[in-house]
C-alpha cells in the first residue's frame, strides 16, 4: 500500500527532544512528516565542548528511532549525508521539496539567532509556516512582559512568589507557602566539609548509537574544547528519569546545604546535573518539581532542600528565560562597564597558578559541567574583576558546558556575573576577594598564591583585584546600597594599601596580558 503524500513538515530541533513538545502535540502521526537535521552550522556557530555536541546528537538519534518506534514518519538528516548543508533553514526547504509539504510546524526556538533565521524563512517562502509557543516554559514570554510591564525592579523572587502561586508548588492549603517561608536561602549555603562523600550522578553505558556519534565527534570536531571520553550522560528519557530519580534519592537532601560549596576533585558535590536533560526536552520542569514536592509532603526530604531545588527551576530558569526574551536582540551588545580585556588564554588550558580558576577549567574540560558557583564565584568572578569584554566571556560560556543555550547562558552570564546589563537582573555585581573562596572551597589550601595575604606578587589575585576592581568603578557604583559597606571599608583603608591596590592589579593584569 502507497502512504499519502505527507501533509506537514514538523521541525524539531535538537534541543525540542519531546513527544509533547507543543509542534508534535500539534501534529498529525498518520500524515505528516516529522524532520531532525543534524547540522553543521549548530555544532559551531560557537565551538561547542566534544561531549555536547555528542550528547546532542546522540539524543536526537535516539528520539528519532523512539517516534519511528511509534508510528511517526521520521525524515532524519545525519551529518555526513550527501547533500547535508549544513544549516536548519536549508535543510527545512530541502526537506520541503522532497515531501512535497505546504506547511511547516515548528515549535518558537530557545535561541533568539535560529528564531531570527527561521522568521526570515517565513517571509521569504510561500508556505504556511507556525510557529508554536514552547509551552514547556511555565510562564510564556507575553506572561512575563506583563509581569515586568511598569515595574521599576525585575526582581527574581517576586518573580518566584508569583510561579509559586501559579504551581501550587509547596504551598500549603491555605494559600500560603509551605514551612511558613517562601524562601530558606539562608539556611541553604554552608561551607564544605572535606569529609562530605557525595552520591555521584548516575552514568550510563554507551550503545551502539552513541558510539557511532562519538566516533564522528572525534573526527569532525576533534579540535574542538574539551575531553569526548569518558561519556557516560543520559541519552534518553527513559535514562535521564533514572538520573534524576537517582539524585532525588541520594542527593537533594544535601543540595541545599552544600549548593555553594566547592571541593577539589568533587565536581558535582550534591547537584543535580539535570540542566543538560531539562535543556533539550529530556525531562520536565513541572514534572521533576512535582516529584521534589511529593518527595516533600511523603516525609522524604525536608521543605529547605524541596524550596532550594524548586526555586532554581521555577524560579531562577524561567525568570532568566524572561529576561532574555525581553531584552533580545539589544542584551548580547551590553557591556555596563566598558570592559574591554580580552579572555586570558588560561580559560581554555587551565595553565595558570591560580588553583581555584585551574580546578574549574579543569573540571569543565574534562566534564563540561561546573556547578552555579563555580561558573559565578570563581570564573564569572574573575573575568569580571580584571575587566574580560563581557561579549568574550559570554561566547566561552555558551562553548564550554553541556547545558549551554543562549536563551539561558546569557542573561546568567552578561546579568548575573557580569553585571554588564548594569543591574536588570541582579541587585548587585558578584564580586568577591579570596576570603570567599577559601571558606566555601578547599581550592586555597592547593594554590601558589596565599589567600591571606592582601598585596605582593605572593598574594591571592582575588584580594586586590576585588578592591581594584571597586575602586574603578565607584562612580557607577558607590550608588548600589548593596555595596556601601564594602565602600565605607575601602575608604577606612591606609593610604599605603590604597596605593598597593591599583599597584599590584596593573602588574597582575599587565601579566596576563603578556
Ligand atoms: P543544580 O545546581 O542541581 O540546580 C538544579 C536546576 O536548577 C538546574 O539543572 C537548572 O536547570 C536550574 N538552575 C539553577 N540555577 C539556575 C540559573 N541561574 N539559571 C537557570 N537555571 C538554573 N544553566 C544552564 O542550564 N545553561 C547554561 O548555559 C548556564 N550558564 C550559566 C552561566 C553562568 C555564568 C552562570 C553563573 C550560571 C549558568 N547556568 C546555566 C545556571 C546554573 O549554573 C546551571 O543551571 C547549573 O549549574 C546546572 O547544573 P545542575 O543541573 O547540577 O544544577
Ligand atoms: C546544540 C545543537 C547541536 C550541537 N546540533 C544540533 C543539530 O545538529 N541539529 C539541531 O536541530 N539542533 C542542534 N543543536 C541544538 C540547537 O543549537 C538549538 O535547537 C538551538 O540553539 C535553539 O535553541
Ligand atoms: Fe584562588 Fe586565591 Fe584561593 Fe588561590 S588563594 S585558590 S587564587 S582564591
Known sequence: MTRRSPNRLVLILGDQLTQSVAALRAADRKRDVVLLAEVQQEASYVRHHKKKIAFV???????????????????????????NSGSIVVEVERALSRHGCGCVLVTKPGEWRLFDALEK?????????????????????CEFAKWANGRKKLRMEHFYREMRRRTGLLMDEHGEPCGGRWNFDTENRKPPKKELVPASPKRFLTDETTQKVLQLVDVQFGDHFGELEPFWFAVTRKQAEAAFDHFVENSLEQFGDYQDAMLLGKPFLYHAVASLYLNVGLLDPLGMCRQVDDAYRMGHISVYAAEGFIRQIIGWREYVRGIYWLQMPDYVHLNFFEHQHPLPDFYWTAQTDMACIRACVEQTRDEAYAHHIQRLMITGNFAMLVGVDPKAVHEWYLAVYADAYEWVELPNTLGMSQFADGGLLGSKPYAAAGNYINRMSDYCSDCHYNVKEKSGPGACPFNYLYWDFLWRHRAKLAGNPRLAHAYRTLDRMDNRRKAEIPLDANRFIQGLRA
Open 121 to 141: 524563512l517565513r517571509e521569504r517562502l510561500n508556505v504556511d509556516f507556525n510557529i508554536l509557543e514552547d509551552d514547556r516554559f511555565l510562564c510564556s514570554g
Open 57 to 83: 546528537l546522540s539524543a536526537m538519534r535516539h528520539f528519532a528511532d523512539e517516534l519511528a518506534d511509534d508510528g511517526w514518519r521520521v525524515d532524519y538528516v545525519k551529518l555526513n549525508d550527501q547533500g
